[in-house]
T-cell receptor, first 114, second 112 residues
Framework: AQSVTQLGSHVSVSEGALVLLRCNYSSSVPPYLFWYVQYPNQGLQLLLKYTSAATLVKGINGFEAEFKKSETSFHLTKPSAHMSDAAEYFCAVSFTGANSKLTFGKGITLSVRP | DVKVTQSSRYLVKRTGEKVFLECVQD?????MFWYRQDPGLGLRLIYFSYDVKMKEKGDIPEGYSVSREKKERFSLILESASTNQTSMYLCASSLDRVETQYFGPGTRLLVL
C-alpha cells in the first residue's frame, strides 16, 4: 500500500528565507508524486508533479521539488519565502495500475513572518 | 482552464436531515472524487467515480452515498446527517485516475 508522510504540522519562516517542506513516500511501484497548495478558504491547486521524467521538478510561484528514489523523498523548496506563500501544503502519491488512487499526506501549514 | 464548481460554500443542517452536495466540472473529465478535509487528518477519500453511473468506495464511505447520472456532475449525499459529518467537503476531477486532480472551492458543512 502507498502512503505519504509529512513530518510536523506547522513550519514558520521569515520573509526571504528558504522554504523546505518535507515529504516521504512509500510505494511498491514507481510513483507519481504531487504537491498541492491550499490558500485560506479555497480548494487545492497543483504546485508541481513528478511523473518519472526529470527528477528536479519546477512548479508555479518559484517552488521546486526533487525526487530522490534512494531516500524515498520528494521535498518541496523555495529559495526565498514571500508573505503570499502562507498556506497549507499537501504532498500526494499515486501510481499507475488498475487500483490506483491519489493518497494525500496530512498537510503542513506554512507561516511567513515579516 | 478547468473549472470545478460546488453548489454551496457554506451549509448548516440539522442532525438527521438528508444533505445533497453537488459538484460540476466543465472539462469532460472521466474521473470525479469526493473528499472530506479535517484538521490534522488531511484529505480522506469518500467516494470516486470513473464513469457515468459508476462509483467506487474510498477510504471512509460510511454514512455517505453518491450519484453520477451525467458525466459533468457528481453528487454526494448524506442520508441522515450527523454531527461527526461536520467538515470541509472537497470535490475534484481528473482526466486519468492517476493524473492531476482539479479541485472545487469546497463546501464547509456544519451539522447541528
Amino acid at each position: 500500500a502507498q502512503s505519504v508522510t509529512q513530518l510536523g504540522s506547522h513550519v514558520s519562516v521569515s520573509e526571504g528565507a528558504l522554504v523546505l517542506l518535507r515529504c516521504n513516500y512509500s510505494s511498491s511501484v514507481p510513483p507519481y508524486l504531487f504537491w498541492y497548495v491550499q490558500y485560506p478558504n479555497q480548494g487545492l491547486q497543483l504546485l508541481l508533479k513528478y511523473t518519472s521524467a526529470a527528477t528536479l521538478v519546477k512548479g508555479i510561484n518559484g517552488f521546486e521539488a526533487e525526487f530522490k528514489k534512494s531516500e524515498t523523498s520528494f521535498h518541496l523548496t523555495k529559495p526565498s519565502a514571500h508573505m503570499s506563500d502562507a498556506a497549507e501544503y499537501f504532498c500526494a502519491v499515486s501510481f499507475t495500475g488498475a487500483n490506483s488512487k491519489l493518497t494525500f499526506g496530512k498537510g503542513i501549514t506554512l507561516s511567513v513572518r515579516p | 482552464d478547468v473549472k470545478v464548481t460546488q453548489s454551496s460554500r457554506y451549509l448548516v443542517k440539522r442532525t438527521g436531515e438528508k444533505v445533497f452536495l453537488e459538484c460540476v466540472q466543465d472539462m469532460d473529465h472521466e474521473n470525479m472524487f469526493w473528499y472530506r478535509q479535517d484538521p490534522g487528518l488531511g484529505l480522506r477519500l469518500i467516494y470516486f467515480s470513473y464513469d457515468v453511473k459508476m462509483k467506487e468506495k474510498g477510504d471512509i464511505p460510511e454514512g455517505y452515498s453518491v450519484s453520477r447520472e451525467k458525466k459533468e456532475r457528481f453528487s454526494l449525499i448524506l442520508e441522515s446527517a450527523s454531527t461527526n459529518q461536520t467538515s470541509m467537503y472537497l470535490c475534484a476531477s481528473s482526466l486519468d485516475r492517476v493524473e492531476t486532480q482539479y479541485f472545487g472551492p469546497g463546501t464547509r458543512l456544519l451539522v447541528l
